[in-house]
């Protein structure tokens, strides 16, 4: 019998629908997720950054994240933490989305 994916998949998989408008290559690919963590009751806790502190798009990137992880079953709430600590770089990216930029 396979396996339903867990929460945290489920949350790695939906983070990866959300794109950097300014760069073709979703949020998790691109190292912008620092961490997630699930607590009591799948309240789900997101620290991430953006490539440029002024980016533009910062409220909608936050509010498409928030929107679409709350809307995963099983999740109770939903706090997106913006940080700048440490300070992205392109070294945190996945090997696939370097490829993909041609940063390798």
């Not at 629908?17 to 309240?43: A, M, Q």
């Not at 600590?85 to 392109?90: C, L």
């Amino acid at each position: 019998m396979e396996q339903a994916p867990s929460l945290r998949d489920q949350i790695e998989t939906t983070l990866k629908t959300v794109y950097d408008p300014e760069i073709p290559v979703n949020i998790f690919e691109l190292g912008l997720v620092y961490e997630i963590k699930i607590g009591d009751n799948n309240r789900v806790n997101i620290t991430m950054t953006l490539t440029a502190p002024g980016c533009p798009v910062a409220g909608d990137i936050i509010r498409e994240v928030d929107e679409k992880v709350r809307g995963i079953e099983g999740v109770s709430d939903v706090d997106v933490h913006l940080t700048f600590e440490p300070a992205w770089t392109k070294e945190m990216m996945s090997e696939e989305a370097r490829l993909e930029l041609g940063f390798l």
